[in-house]
Nanobody
């Protein structure tokens, strides 16, 4: 059974940086980060392909967030800089075969980690 475990979420202030990690129990081809706020649908944040050479980002985080992977550790990261209160959400990592902005394209999901950005 594939397991994904996120970590790194916490309370920070606007303008701070934070790095989220997602540890996978097995090698994962493609990875995405999503986030959800109460009353809203799960939102795509960033994705990375199997080689790490191709990444894509939501417009709302482009230039501030960076997704990366360390295949030796089966771990994926989301570096978040210049955080804003609107980035407050539960962040989920998801694993699949291809990078996609659609949650339904991912087969495996972590339990989520809370990121709260205070103004």
């Amino acid at each position: 059974q594939v397991q994904l475990v996120e970590s790194g979420g916490r309370l920070v202030q606007a303008g701070d940086s934070l790095r989220l990690s997602c540890a996978a129990s097995v090698s994962i081809t493609a990875m995405g980060w999503f986030r959800r706020t109460p009353g809203k649908e799960r939102e795509f944040v960033a994705g990375i392909n199997w080689s790490g050479r191709h990444t894509n980002y939501a417009d709302s985080v482009k230039g501030r967030f960076t997704i990366s992977r360390d295949d030796a550790k089966n771990t994926f990261y989301l570096q978040m800089n210049s955080l804003m209160p609107e980035d407050t959400a539960v962040y989920y990592c998801a694993g699949g075969l291809t990078t996609s902005i659609w949650a339904s394209d991912y087969n495996y999901w972590g339990q989520g980690t809370q990121v709260t950005v205070s103004s």
